[in-house]
């Protein structure tokens, strides 16, 4: 008898989706194409079923949402994505309380990157049936983030937290928001040290350390790690800050005899001997022989303006070079910490899709280091007519007024650009009389 003649008394109607599903399962192993066409039958079947049939379907209920679940999850796996929606659907319709069946659609439509309220709305049903849905938690974190809603994505990470064991994978997802979230690095410092991972542990203590300028925090690190090149140029650049050059040096020296090539051995070296024109014999006398930044290196010159200046005009032409920097700007989220490399990147004219992806003010910014005021001013004021809540372009708005001679406006608009969350420690040296 064809599947899809005449089907007989309902008694067997349960029993030829069950076959189907067999059939579909089999031939996903081996023939992709037959079984999706194998397990659509399912979803017809159970659409067009006649009054006997939904009798069945109804008396076999749990079975069939069995059935239309794994076979969902078949047509998905092999991408017939949209079809595979309409199973999950007919779970929803059959048992609206169903959390796999509204988690599903979720997923599906974010894979997809379509139908995103949607999708939001699926994911929090999914939660509001199940509060301890972690996945869909975190999918629902992946969304914000990609919007660049960066509290609700760590909102809904922070609470995924709590219903899983896999923190760390969380961890980094929040950290990808904002690389500087303090807590988020101080539970990975403790799942770390915890499971005596000293290598991980040391370079978070050096993340830690760099975002509140702490001493104590490299020590930790160095306890770990003695020998760790980048903890030991952290404390000796946070000496030589604090005046304490006779302290600093030995631990120059002590980079100078693991690392005798490190090419910030001449910065660190100058800013003992207070060199003003540094960054111009760096440049001039490195020569051929320096070798292009790890990634690791990279991501501590996006802290370091003038580190980074050096490795643009050295590697800024280099394919790795600039496919590293994406890696490492798209992975830290919109951080307004790195504004001022991002000014050092758009003066080499380097044109990053992350860079233009996490600060649409590049325009403006470009055409304010670029020396045209008038373009930049009038990016900025139709900025803030759309977003009045937006720091860098009162941020701008100041350093271009102040520039023009208007104090006053430029004093105010810095205070609109603090008070809206612009670090107050990347400020312009130019600024500092305005600042209170």
Do not use: C
């Not at 996903?28 to 659509?40: H, Q």
């Not at 980094?172 to 928001?177: A, T």
């Not at 790690?225 to 302290?247: F, H, V, W």
């Not at 991501?299 to 050295?314: A, E, N």
Request: glycine share 4%; hydrophobic share 40%; charged share 35%.
């Amino acid at each position: 008898m064809p599947l899809l003649g005449r089907r007989g008394p309902s008694a067997t109607f349960i029993p030829m989706l069950k076959d189907l599903l067999e059939q579909g399962r089999n031939e996903a192993k081996t023939n992709p194409g037959n079984a999706k066409i194998t397990l659509r039958k399912i979803h017809r079947l159970i659409s067009d079923a006649d009054q006997s049939e939904k009798m069945a379907i109804e008396e076999n209920k749990d079975d069939v949402i069995r059935i239309l679940l794994e076979a969902g999850q078949l047509l998905f796996e092999l991408s017939d994505k949209d079809k595979s929606i309409d199973y999950f659907e007919k779970v929803k319709e059959l048992d609206p309380k169903n959390v796999n069946a509204w988690y599903e659609v979720g997923r599906i439509l974010v894979s997809q990157n379509i139908q995103i309220p949607y999708a939001i709305v699926n994911l929090k049903k999914a939660i509001e049936l199940d509060p301890k849905n972690y996945k869909a938690m975190i999918l629902l974190g992946d969304l914000h983030r990609i919007r660049h809603e960066d509290s609700e994505a760590i909102k809904w990470y922070r609470e995924a937290m709590k219903y899983t064991d896999n923190k760390i994978e969380i961890l980094d997802k929040i950290l990808s928001v904002n690389p500087n979230d303090l807590e988020a690095l101080e539970e990975k410092l403790r799942f770390y040290t915890a499971n005596g991972m000293k290598e991980e542990a040391a370079k978070i203590y050096l993340q830690l350390a760099l975002a509140k300028n702490s001493i104590d925090l490299v020590d930790e690190g160095l306890k770990l790690l003695p020998n760790d090149t980048n903890l030991l140029k952290a404390k000796a650049r946070m000496l030589i800050s604090q005046g304490k050059k006779s302290e600093a040096q030995q631990f120059v020296e002590k980079v100078e005899k693991l690392s005798p090539e490190d090419p910030e051995l001449i910065l660190l070296k100058a800013q003992m001997e207070e060199k003003p024109q540094v960054e111009e014999e760096l440049f001039g006398e490195m020569g051929e022989e320096e070798n292009e930044p790890e990634e690791s290196e990279l991501l501590i010159s996006l802290y370091d303006p003038i580190t980074l200046r050096r490795y643009l005009r050295k590697f800024g032409n280099s394919e790795t070079f600039k496919e590293k920097l994406e890696r490492l700007i798209s992975s830290s989220g919109r951080l307004l910490n790195l504004l001022p490399s991002i000014e050092e990147i758009l003066r080499f004219n380097l044109d990053l899709k992350s860079v233009r992806e996490l600060f649409p003010e590049v325009d403006g910014i470009k055409s304010y280091i670029l020396g045209d005021k008038d373009s930049s001013e009038k990016f900025f004021n139709n900025l803030v007519q759309k977003d009045q809540k937006n720091p860098v372009a009162w941020y701008y708005k100041a350093r271009i007024a102040y520039e023009k001679g208007n104090k006053n406006a430029a004093k105010n608009f810095l205070a609109f650009a603090l008070r809206l969350g612009y670090p107050r420690d990347i400020i312009d040296p130019s600024l500092s009389e305005l600042v209170s």
